[in-house]
C-alpha cells in the first residue's frame, strides 16, 4: 500500500513545518482518492511526535458531495486527539476534471455538486458546521464571493476573531477584503501560488 509510504513523507514534512513554526495543510482535493487522502492525514496527526502541534490542517472542497461528512470525520479526530485542528474551506478549482474523470469511468453520478448554486449552498452550510464545532476546528474560509463572505460575517458576528480567518487567493478579491480587514477587523491570510506554470497546472 502506498499509504504508509506516503504517512512517512508527509511526516518529514509535518515536522519540518512544525521546527519551523508554519503550517502545513493536506488538500483532500481529488475525489477518487478522498479516502486515501484521509488516511494519510489521520497518519500524521496521531504521529506521537507531532501531538502538540496543531499546525496540520487539512483543506475541505465544498463543491464534493462528501464536504459535510469529511468535516464530521474531522471534528471526531479532534475530539479523539484532543487537538485543534485547522480546516480551510474552498469552494473546489476542478471540477471539470472531476466531472470528466467521473464520465470516463462511467459513473451514474457525480462526486461533486453540477449546479454553482448548490456549491454556493454547501459551503455555507459547512460553514455553519465547522462554526459550531467550536473549539474542535480552526476554520479558515476561502472564498472572494461577496454574498458568501456576507453570510459568513453575519454567521460570525458574535465569534471572537481569534477563533477563525478569511483566507484570499493573490489577486482575488482585494477590495471587499480591504473593507473586513479595516471595518471589521477580521484576520485575512493571503495564500499564492509558488513556482513555475508547469508544475502549478
Known amino acids: ?32 482518492r478522498l479516502d486515501l487522502t484521509l488516511d494519510v492525514f489521520e497518519g500524521v496527526l496521531g504521529d506521537p511526535a507531532l501531538m502538540e502541534w496543531s499546525g496540520l490542517g487539512l483543506v475541505v472542497q465544498a463543491y464534493q458531495k462528501r464536504a459535510l ?3 464530521d470525520w ?16 474552498v469552494k473546489g ?9 467521473s464520465q470516463i469511468q462511467g459513473e451514474i453520478s457525480y462526486p461533486v455538486f453540477t449546479a454553482k448554486a448548490a456549491t454556493d449552498l454547501n459551503y455555507l452550510i459547512c460553514s455553519k458546521k ?40 493573490q489577486g482575488m478579491g482585494q477590495q471587499i477584503y480591504n473593507h473586513i480587514i479595516k471595518e471589521k477587523s ?16
Open 1 to 32: 500500500s502506498v499509504v504508509p509510504f506516503l504517512i512517512k513523507r508527509m511526516r518529514e514534512l509535518a515536522v519540518l513545518a512544525m521546527n519551523a513554526n508554519m503550517h502545513l495543510a493536506i488538500d483532500a482535493e481529488e475525489a477518487d
Open 69 to 71: 461528512t469529511v468535516i
Open 74 to 89: 474531522v471534528v471526531k479526530l479532534s475530539k479523539r486527539y484532543q487537538k485543534t485542528i485547522p480546516v480551510r474551506l
Open 93 to 101: 478549482a476542478y471540477w471539470d476534471t472531476e466531472i470528466k474523470f
Open 130 to 169: 465547522m462554526i459550531d464545532a467550536g473549539e474542535h476546528l480552526f476554520p479558515q474560509f476561502a472564498t472572494h464571493n461577496v454574498y458568501t463572505i456576507a453570510a459568513l460575517c453575519e454567521m460570525l458576528r458574535s465569534r471572537d476573531h481569534d477563533g477563525y480567518e478569511f483566507q484570499l487567493l
Open 186 to 201: 477580521i484576520h485575512c491570510r493571503i495564500y499564492a501560488p509558488v513556482g513555475v506554470h508547469k508544475d502549478l497546472l
